[in-house]
């Protein structure tokens, strides 16, 4: 089976750069991917890894090492919109993505 | 592209009543999801379908759950009887392929907060 697992909160200000990690237990994974839900939203999508390194989208880059199931996204310049819960999700190949349990980041002024 | 939408946004209900949840995804996505996220843990997976079919129905708690995806469009979540342990948001999710295979993310809906006293 998988399992994820994420710190339950970070903490940082404005305009300072933050990584979440995800370390993760799992057979026959495939991929590493990371959504955001603000409060009372939706779970959004920001990024997916299926292969080892770094994949960079604006001020988000998420990176995945599968020979240390480990995956981390690092956030940038990061403004008081960007406080949300984040998650790593892994997959296996046909199956629908397994959730960890959330990163709450706070980011203050 | 309308998204995902789910109806209702909230429902209270009282222990041993039956609630339904509808989940319309996105038009053309043949994988849809329904999880469910209990305050402060994970977004836990409860069932997959493609198009109508089951794909995969592991997550879901116990038979008091019935889900299912008419003709392979929108797809509701039935609770019978509901108990207190019930409560917490239900997603919906669709995708045109899978994430591991064709790097297909999931969209979501807002959920329906579900409330059992």
């Known amino acids: 089976g998988q399992s994820l697992e994420q710190p339950s909160e970070v903490t940082a200000v404005e305009g300072a750069i933050v990584q979440i990690n995800c370390t993760y237990q799992?057979?026959?994974?495939?991929?590493l991917s990371w959504y955001q839900q603000h409060d009372g939203g939706a779970p959004t999508f920001l990024s997916y890894?299926?292969?080892?390194g770094l994949e960079e989208t604006g001020r988000f880059s998420s990176f995945l090492s599968r020979s240390d199931s480990y995956g981390y996204l690092l956030l940038q310049e990061l403004q008081m919109k960007d406080s949300a819960s984040y998650f790593c999700?892994?997959?296996?190949?046909?199956?629908?993505?397994?959730f960890g349990k959330g990163t709450t980041l706070s980011v203050s002024s | 592209e309308a998204g995902v939408t789910q109806f209702p946004s909230h429902s209270v209900i009282e222990k041993g009543q039956t609630v339904t949840l509808r989940c319309d995804p996105i038009?053309?996505?043949?994988?849809l999801y329904w999880y469910r996220r209990v305050m402060g843990k994970e977004i836990k997976f409860l069932l997959h379908?493609?198009?109508?079919?089951?794909?995969?129905e592991s997550g879901m708690p116990n038979n008091r759950f019935l889900a299912e995806r008419t003709g392979g469009t929108y797809s509701t979540l039935k609770v019978q009887p509901a108990e207190l342990e019930d409560s917490g948001v239900y997603f919906c999710?669709?995708?045109?392929?899978?994430?591991?295979?064709?790097?297909?993310?999931?969209?979501f809906g807002n959920g329906t907060r579900l409330t059992v006293t």
């Open positions: 999710a669709s995708s045109q392929g899978l994430p591991g295979q064709y790097n297909s993310p999931l969209h």
């Open positions: 999700a892994g997959d296996q190949a046909g199956t629908a993505l397994i």
């Open positions: 799992t057979s026959g994974f495939y991929g």
């Open positions: 379908f493609v198009k109508e079919s089951k794909q995969d």
């Open positions: 038009s053309g996505h043949d994988n």
């Open positions: 890894n299926a292969l080892d």
